[in-house]
Structure formats: C-alpha cells, structure tokens
C-alpha cells in the first residue's frame, strides 16, 4: 500500500485538542445531557467518556465486561458527574435495548450515543474462517445499527439527539488484510451519510444530527497491532514499520475532545458528514455547509471517467 496514493495534507493537521475543543472552551457545553459511549473500557473510548464527562455531560460507559471500566468510570467520576458502568455486547439487540433501558431509568434520557465499540483481524480473507470474518461485520457495524435503531425513536419523541459514530479512514481506502474492517467503517460512514438525509424527511433535521468521526492515529491495542504469525509466516510484514509507526501520533483525547463538541451541538453545520478529528473543524465551518455539500466533500464518493454520469 502506497499511502501516497490517497493524498497528502497541504493544511496543517492538529495533533492535540487545540481552542475550539479544548477542555476550557467546552467546560458546561454539554451539562445536563446524559452520554452512551460504546468501547469505553481503554483507548479512544475512554477518552470520549471523559472528555463528555468534562464538558458536563452524565456518563453511561459500556464494554464487555464491568471490570474493564474501572479506570474510565474513575476518570469521568473525578468531573463531578455521574457516571455508570454497564457490561453489554452492543451486537445483540436484547442486550442493547436492555441496557439502554437500565441507562435512561439510571441516569435519565440518553441524549447522546458515541458508537465507538470495535474490532480488527488482520488477515487476507483467504486465510479467515467466514465467522471471524463476519465477526467485524457485527461489531462495527451491526452494532452501531442496533444502537441507533434502539434510539432514534427516542430521540424522534424527545425532539433531538446527537450519533457520532466512529469510523475511520480504512472506509475511505482499500487496505489488503483488513477485509472485514474497512468494508464495515465504509458502510458506518455511508449510513451515517444516509441518515441524516432521513432525518431531513421525518422533519428532525438538525434536531437529531449524525457524525462519522475518524479518531486520528492513535496508537491503540487494535491501531498498532501486527498481523497474526501465520500471517506474517506467509506474506511477511507488509508493513514499512518505521512509516507506519509515524501515523501514530495522535492522542486519544483529540478524538475525545471533538466528540464533545459535536456533541454539543457547536458542529451542527457538519451533520451527516465524515471528519478527521485532525482537521480543524472551525476551517470545515468557515467553509460552509452549503459548500461543503455541493462540492461533495466529506462525503463517500466515485470519480468516474469524464463525460460518464447518469442519464439525463
């Protein structure tokens, strides 16, 4: 994989939370809202949890297992908000919509939903069993739609709400041996795109606004791990270490911090769109949402051959 092909930045991009999602900028932005994050024992997903707990939002963190939130549940409590740790698989709808149900008798009406829960398995189809494979296909996709299906009649009768689903740039590229990953965050991006034009039909547009966040690069246990070794035995390391470790350099509250914002409705003009939490989002904002959707950026595209598009 060339990573030239995709393009690189002229802008500068932002590798820590700068002004306009800074904790001090956001603190009481979301006070009152009661937040879901999907994921939230380690990583990115706790850095989310804490960032909306820091810009007073109450915090309902979900992952596997209780144990795994300790830390978080810690983190976000030191804020002075409440917080609740819940163990749920979010690909199993009984499991979602009972958990769902435990958050809003808890801690109120869940106003926010941040589907950050999921997983990557590094290896050539060929070489998958087709459970293994699919596994990715539920948990990072599958799953965020449960989620939203649990809640958007919720939010429809409360008159609004906030989705940010986190995706990532694998669904804007084609990446070898990561099959399962990269079509799922495609299809997270585009339904996301796709919802909000739904909204837009049942009148709750920007009321109920959606997000497809890339995170950066974080050197997660997911982002930076290698290959399994029978992988590796047969096709070596396709990686050029020393490059790809450079991609890393992005800590998890630049992620955390702009899903506060969005959260927080100061982002609305960016709804339905795909962001790269390394792109300032007050140049996206200058740029204007009218702009931005007639040019079709930020948005899952095709370019075809000039002269070919639809009939007239």
């Excluded at 909204?199 to 997000?211: C, E, F, S, V």
């Amino acid at each position: 994989m060339d990573p030239g092909e995709f393009g690189y930045s002229t802008l500068p991009l932002q590798h820590d939370p700068y002004p306009a999602i800074s904790p001090d900028t956001l603190k009481g932005a979301n006070g009152g809202k009661v937040a879901v994050v999907t994921g939230a024992g380690r990583g990115i997903g706790a850095a989310i949890a804490e960032s909306l707990a820091m810009s007073g939002a109450d915090v309902a963190i979900l992952d596997l297992k209780v144990e795994n939130m300790a830390q978080t549940k810690e983190a976000c409590k030191a804020h002075g908000v409440k917080v609740e740790a819940y163990a749920c698989d979010v690909s199993d709808q009984k499991a979602v919509v009972e958990t769902f149900d435990s958050v809003e008798k808890e801690l109120g009406p869940i106003e926010v939903l941040v589907n950050n829960a999921g997983i990557l398995d590094q290896r050539p189809l060929i070489m998958s069993t087709f459970d293994d494979f699919w596994r990715q296909i539920e948990v990072n996709f599958k799953a965020p739609l449960l989620t939203i299906h649990t809640m958007l009649p919720r939010m429809r009768e409360r008159g609004g709400g906030c989705i940010i689903n986190i995706a990532s740039r694998s669904g804007t590229v084609d990446v070898p041996m990561t099959l399962g990953y990269v079509t799922s965050k495609a299809a997270l991006i585009r339904a996301t795109h796709t919802l909000q034009m739904e909204m837009a039909l049942d009148n709750l547009d920007p009321a109920i606004h959606l997000y497809a966040l890339h995170p950066g690069g974080v050197l997660t246990g997911m982002g930076g791990s290698a290959a399994k070794k029978d992988v590796l035995e047969k096709y070596g390391d396709v990686r050029d270490e020393k490059f790809f470790m450079e991609l890393f350099k992005d800590p998890p509250a630049l992620c955390g911090q702009t899903c506060a914002f969005l959260a927080s409705g100061r982002g609305k003009d960016l709804r339905g769109l795909y962001l790269d939490c390394r792109q300032d989002v007050t140049k996206l904002l200058e740029k204007g949402r009218e702009t931005l959707l007639k040019e079709k950026r930020n948005k899952l595209t095709v370019n075809f051959l000039e002269g070919y598009c639809n009939e007239p």
